[in-house]
């Protein structure tokens, strides 16, 4: 048995996240630009007071600062995940490194991303009332961390039902304790509703869906590549083509 | 009949996968953890409600990225 090197799927992970990134540019690029694009005209022609110095033009906005912020964002979260998947490989269930890869991936996409999103959705520019943007982004955060932390205790308490109630129930019942635990706190934090009067519900509605689009775009990517090379590095296939020169397991 | 002890290889199991010891994932979640939690400050928080660097330039080159990965922005 050959032990399996943390650095490997570390870097696996991060390059499988840059991929992944990449993919969620273009959707980003494509279907979130215009949108953004769309609530700066509308801004643009409400505000009262605004001019004033442009310190990053719109097309650098839009092209090479969206690309840095997308990268970043897919390499860093490819890079924890990969961490995540390495804990939970043998760990979680009988699955192979891509089931975990994918599994985790998934988790993450709901987690981290889908369920902060319905309680304090992404906004575009122009909707959001910038008095209260520190408490808007502490609850954001609270949020995202709470999720994080409530699926990993559904994660633990879905292992320790599973003997008794078997495994599909031990999800079951693991998922239904996530929601009871999460519903209360949909109610009680506060909400928001900082939509300007007359901003286009079709506009803020696209908008939303196309965050929505990147985000699946980047989490679902990343599972597959990611676990294709996770896949590679862990359970090498017995070598075809005798020519194969077997880059030997996983040096430490 | 003779019922066997063993029970029937009903499927093909999947081979089990040793676990990573937490020692060896230790210290790599420590400082690259940290690490990537700290390029995702930048992304997603920095000159926003909390700054390090003064000024606005980190806010406005990523300020797409921000509003459509789902950050607060202004």
């Not at chain 1, 699955?95 to 996409?109: I, K």
């Not at chain 1, 939303?208 to 359970?235: C, H, M, N």
Request: aromatic fraction near 10%; glycine fraction near 10%.
């Amino acid at each position: 048995m050959n032990s399996i090197s943390v650095r490997a799927l570390l870097v696996r992970g991060m390059l499988a996240g840059l991929a992944a990134g990449l993919l969620a540019l273009v959707v980003a690029y494509l279907l979130g630009e215009p949108r953004v694009d769309a609530a700066i005209a509308y801004e643009e022609s409400h505000s009262h007071e605004h001019g004033g110095v442009e310190l990053v033009s719109r097309t650098m906005q839009s092209t090479a600062g969206l690309a840095t912020g997308v990268l970043i964002y897919g390499v860093a979260l490819g890079g924890i995940a990969a961490l995540v998947v390495a804990y939970a490989l043998g760990r979680v269930g009988r699955f192979g490194p891509r089931a975990t890869a994918v599994l985790v991936s998934l988790g993450a996409l709901v987690s981290v991303y889908v369920v902060p999103f319905l309680k304090y959705p992404a906004n575009p520019p122009a909707v959001g009332d910038p008095s209260t943007l520190d408490q808007r982004t502490t609850l954001y955060f609270l949020m995202v961390v709470l999720s994080v932390l409530l699926t990993v205790a559904a994660v633990i308490l879905g292992k320790r039902l599973a003997p008794r109630l078997g495994n599909w129930n031990a999800t079951v019942a693991a998922s239904v304790a996530f929601l009871v635990v999460i519903g209360p706190a949909y109610a009680f934090l506060p909400s928001f509703n900082e939509v300007p009067h007359g901003f286009p519900a079709t506009l803020l509605w696209q908008f939303r869906l196309s965050a929505l689009a990147v985000q699946a775009t980047l989490w679902g990517s990343f599972g597959l590549f990611f676990g294709y090379l996770a896949e590679r590095l862990i359970a090498p296939r017995p070598a075809v083509a005798p020519s194969a020169p077997a880059k030997a397991g996983v040096a430490h | 009949m003779a019922q066997s002890a063993v029970p029937a290889p009903s499927s093909q199991p999947v081979p089990e996968i040793t676990p990573i010891s937490l020692k060896a994932i230790a210290p790599w979640a420590l400082f690259f953890g940290v690490l990537m939690l700290i390029l995702l400050y930048f992304v997603g928080a920095e000159q926003g409600a909390t700054a390090v660097v003064s000024g606005e330039n980190v806010h406005e080159w990523v300020h797409d990225g921000r509003h459509l990965l789902g950050f607060p922005c202004h």
